[in-house]
């Protein structure tokens, strides 16, 4: 990651960012440019530093902004119809934070609408092409992040991860991909999707990189009350794990799983094992039963969190309505994709009265089991391999017909959500066909930089 000095201009980053998102243009990593403003403030860093003035740790690194991050620089979309035309009046704590130090922010990355989808074929703004093959997904729903840092565009981009929105494009695109500890990053100024899930990390080209981009976005925020006490705290070489044994959880590695992408994933194994470290086989029984309690408990928290787009406060307004119900009703038709309607629907079901008992509590209880699952896994081991999603990226229009096929995707994702648990995306090789696979390392809560030093010590001996 270049940082800029007096040898090199922050100038000169963000035009070569710039001029790499026209070249790229194609792959429709981004939903809006942010040049102006870009280079106003890449001059004022340049400025500084001429001066002898101190400049942040990011000084002039120019970045993606996944589009659902609120910033007052251009329309905050989310990629949905019913925020296009969004000016926010804030900016989120972790933007803020990351421009504190100097980055910027180039553009607005595409994503599936309000985060839901794991393609980035829900966009109301179009699709993101995978960076290895124009033909297949990125990934989502932070798919335009994941593919800004590929085509090195960008040295990091921020995403949103509710069920695997970083990690699988992370794998998809051959980058890494962090989601932390639920509450370790403020979700102030981030469009809700699932409040209980929903966290906030990055992609980068590096465990390092990654490492630093999180420690500055990390810790407490008195505008979010999830937020935990700044826990990113040490040189990633003093995040070192001490039992040095990894549980490869076999429940993940049998039928319906790619071959391809269980190579990749023993690959990984044997090149933890070349590092020092003991990799044993686990079972995790409870595991199978993850996505079910996910796709209850996420759609219920979207429910209620679209529940505030009426077309009364702000976005999309249906302009043809005879009542106030009419107004309500034709705003949400007209303002949702088809995905949006789908969460919508199961959430308000699943809610209802007659059904919350039987689903929504239901599957919480069966959260708490999965959570005491993971947890006594991770007295043993100081972090889980598995592989991030069972198939390498598939085509485009694929999956669109078919729910539940898309849904499947999240199945080795969803865990780390449920759980509160930190897991990383880390680059596990290619397809024959050379499509990139990742493999998926998570810890007990606030071992986010353990993880990241398993990784580096991979990087150096790979």
């Known amino acids: 990651m270049k940082i800029a000095d007096k040898t090199t201009k922050a100038v000169d980053l963000v035009r070569d960012a710039l001029e790499k998102a026209k070249k790229f243009e194609e792959y429709h990593c981004f939903i809006s440019m942010n040049e102006a403003r870009a280079l106003e403030r890449a001059r004022e860093i340049d400025a500084k530093i001429e001066k002898g003035e101190k400049v942040g740790r990011l000084a002039g690194v120019p970045f993606a902004l996944k589009d659902n991050y609120l910033s007052r620089d251009g329309f905050t979309t989310a990629a949905a119809r019913m925020l296009e035309e969004f000016a926010s009046p804030i900016t989120a704590t972790a933007v803020q934070r990351l421009e504190a130090e100097g980055a910027i922010m180039i553009g607005r990355a595409n994503l599936d609408?309000?985060?839901?989808?794991?393609?980035?074929?829900?966009?109301?703004?179009?699709?993101?092409?995978?960076?290895?093959?124009?033909?297949?997904?990125?990934?989502?729903?932070?798919?335009?992040?994941a593919v800004a840092v590929a085509l090195g565009i960008v040295p990091f981009a921020l995403g949103s991860d509710t069920g695997g929105s970083i990690r699988q494009p992370a794998s998809f695109n051959g980058v890494y991909g962090v989601k932390p500890t639920y509450g370790a990053v403020s979700r102030y100024g981030v469009v809700a999707m699932a409040s209980s899930t929903d966290t906030m990390g990055c992609f980068a080209t590096s465990a390092d990189d990654a490492d630093l981009v999180m420690k500055i976005m990390a810790g407490k925020d008195e505008k979010d009350s999830t937020t935990l006490d700044d826990f990113w705290t040490k040189d990633l070489a003093e995040a070192a794990p001490s039992k040095k044994k990894i549980g490869l959880i076999s429940d993940f590695m049998g039928d319906g799983v790619d071959e391809e992408v269980k190579k990749a994933v023993k690959d990984y194994a044997k090149k933890l094992e070349k590092a020092g470290f003991a990799v044993e086989e686990v079972k995790l029984p409870i595991a199978k039963y993850a996505l079910a309690i996910y796709y209850i408990v996420q759609p219920a928290e979207v429910a209620s969190n679209?529940?505030?787009?009426?077309?009364?406060?702000?976005?999309?307004r249906a302009k043809d309505f005879d009542d106030l119900t009419g107004l309500y009703s034709n705003t949400r038709d007209e303002g949702f994709m088809t995905e949006n309607k789908r969460r919508i629907m199961i959430g308000n079901f699943v809610l209802s009265s007659g059904f919350y008992d039987a689903y929504y509590l239901k599957a919480q209880k069966a959260r708490t089991l999965l959570i005491n699952g993971y947890n006594d896994l991770l007295e043993k081991y100081d972090a889980l391999l598995c592989p991030v999603a069972p198939n390498p990226a598939f085509k485009l229009g694929e999956n669109t017909s078919d729910p539940l096929k898309m849904y499947l995707e999240d199945v080795m994702t969803v865990p780390a959500n449920l759980t509160g648990m930190p897991a990383i995306s880390v680059p596990a090789g290619k397809t024959k066909g050379g499509l990139p696979v990742g493999a998926q390392l998570i810890g007990q809560r606030r071992s986010?930089?353990?993880?990241?030093?398993?990784?580096?010590?991979?990087e150096d001996v790979a």
């Open 113 to 145: 609408a309000y985060a839901h989808g794991g393609s980035t074929e829900n966009s109301y703004f179009g699709p993101t092409h995978n960076s290895a093959d124009m033909e297949r997904v990125a990934g989502g729903s932070s798919g335009g992040s």
């Open 306 to 316: 679209l529940s505030r787009y009426d077309g009364i406060r702000y976005g999309h």
């Open 448 to 458: 986010d930089q353990m993880l990241l030093n398993i990784a580096k010590t991979v």
